[in-house]
């Protein structure tokens, strides 16, 4: 059997003017992307850096992007994965953090801090250019042509694979590898949507989520496994979206939580999705009045599945089959456990495994992962059936769209300020992400004077974009209980103004 750099490798192999990619509705040949990917491997090569030291991206979804980890993979060296949508000061202090013997980033990335944080560590700095023709792609950065030998760079991974941030499943988001032995069996040979599609005859998929973590991995890897055209959007939006399944005539397609939301809102005639026989959609919770709502309206049915980073991937998953076995029976569920996982739910406290119909904590066994359970965030319902219905969150973390956010960490950004002196986080509803972070904030005394903004602007600096809270409010003093701790009935009830978005 291939094993996973093998496959990659040849993924951009074959007819050179064949049609791979369509990309802001123009068709890039195979040709093109293997032109990039090569020059890709050459400028690594260049570089000096061992093969076993991982290579850090910046990911963006671009055409370009796709050779470069296609050409990392298929060399079988590693990838470090570095979130794009930060501040260039984050970015930076990610790269002194990881210390990558060589970074990969799109020209708008590789902003001075950047520059600067790789020339600290000795990085190599690869530029690549999505505007440019093939052989103007890539690039060195000026000055960091070469890694320098004589800095200690980011270890080598005892297996060759990707390391990325954790989805926030079983806490605080972490750095985790996934090695490619897993992608292969996880992303590749489980995956079958594609596998029995012709190439050429079949509607093109679409990948829509962000490179940068498995999500968007998920799609990647098994399209250029079975060599199958696909459209790439940079990021989900409506317009977009609708044009691809409009114009490719597409049967099924996947759908983030907060995109239905938006759909609805935007009101599309019923013609523009006739062609889809259902819709898959995973990574954040589906709100069950919104799933009815929009398959009332357009007569599509909506399958859920449930994963994580931590498990490789999904393990539940509701299929066509099942739901046209059940009907509206089991709406809301997530499905049946998937791809050899066990689910259970346990007391939060006892960690004893609670029957069937009890809501608890959320535990998970994959043959992926090996043969431990594994303890999630996650409040959730198994039914007498076996079906799993998410309950929500058992951490107190907030759930923007897919994205899991800790208020601590919004809270430590804030009080990092020396003009505050805490700080409080809490959700407020958003019927299209369905929950988005608002934030409190009590002043030192005879600190300088800040305003909401230049504090939002500070926190920008240190968070994610989907970190950062949507309003900030400066108040006296932030209420507390009797034993001093911050009382979060009471913040919620200062932010009431931003709920009922």
Not at 204 to 226: D, E, H, Q
Request: proline fraction near 7%; aromatic fraction near 6%.
């Amino acid at each position: 059997m291939a094993i996973l750099n093998e496959i990659i490798a040849s993924a951009l192999k074959g007819e050179r003017d064949e049609p791979l990619l369509e990309f802001r509705d123009h068709w890039l040949p195979r040709g093109a992307l293997a032109a990039v990917a090569a020059e890709v491997d050459q400028r690594l090569l260049l570089t000096d850096s061992p093969h076993e030291a991982p290579i850090a991206i910046i990911p963006r979804n671009r055409p370009a992007f796709v050779a470069a980890i296609s050409a990392v993979v298929g060399s079988g060296r590693s990838i470090l994965m570095i979130y794009a949508f930060q501040s260039p000061e984050a970015v930076a202090a990610d790269v002194r953090r990881l210390r990558p013997a060589v970074v990969v980033a799109d020209e708008q990335d590789w902003a001075d801090a950047v520059r600067e944080a790789a020339r600290e560590v000795g990085s190599a700095g690869i530029v690549l250019r999505d505007h440019a023709a093939p052989e103007n792609a890539v690039g060195f950065v000026s000055g960091l042509e070469q890694t320098d030998p004589a800095v200690e760079h980011h270890p080598p991974f005892a297996a060759p694979g990707i390391e990325m941030l954790t989805s926030g499943t079983t806490g605080a988001p972490k750095r985790f590898h996934l090695g490619y032995d897993l992608i292969e069996r996880s992303m590749v040979l489980e995956h079958t949507q594609y596998a029995s599609d012709s190439i050429t005859n079949s509607p093109p998929a679409v990948a829509m989520f962000p490179f940068g973590n498995i999500s968007g991995l998920y799609s990647l890897f098994p399209l250029l496994a079975a060599r199958k055209r696909f459209v790439l959007l940079e990021k989900f939006t409506v317009e977009a979206w609708l044009s691809a399944v409009q114009r490719h005539r597409l049967p099924r397609i996947a759908l983030p939580p907060a995109g239905f939301c938006m759909l609805l809102d935007a009101d599309p005639p019923l013609s523009a999705l006739e062609s889809l026989e259902f819709i898959n959609t995973g990574a954040a919770h589906l709100p069950v009045e919104v799933q009815e709502e929009f398959e009332a309206k357009f007569g599509i049915p909506v399958l859920t599945s449930y994963g994580a980073t931590e498990f490789g991937g999904p393990v539940t998953n509701m299929t066509l089959e099942l739901r046209r076995r059940w009907g509206d029976r089991k709406l809301g569920s997530v499905g049946l456990p998937w791809a050899g996982a066990e689910l259970r739910v346990v007391d939060g406290d006892s960690g004893a495994e609670l029957p069937r119909g009890s809501v608890g904590i959320l535990e998970v066994r994959t043959p992926r992962m090996g043969g431990d359970w594994i303890r999630t965030s996650d409040v959730a319902m198994i039914d007498a059936d076996g079906f799993v219905f998410h309950r929500g969150r058992a951490d107190g973390a907030i759930t923007r769209g897919g994205f899991k956010i800790l208020p601590e960490t919004v809270n430590s950004a804030f009080e990092s300020h020396p003009s505050v002196a805490a700080a409080a986080t809490v959700a407020a509803p958003d019927r299209r992400l369905g929950q988005v972070p608002v934030t409190a904030v009590e002043l030192r005394v005879g600190a300088p004077a800040v305003s909401a903004e230049a504090l939002l602007e500070h926190a920008r600096k240190h968070l994610y974009a989907t970190h950062v809270p949507v309003r900030v409010r400066i108040i006296d003093a932030l209420p507390r209980t009797p034993s001093m701790k911050v009382s979060l009935v009471d913040v919620r009830a200062l932010m009431a103004d931003v709920e009922g978005r």
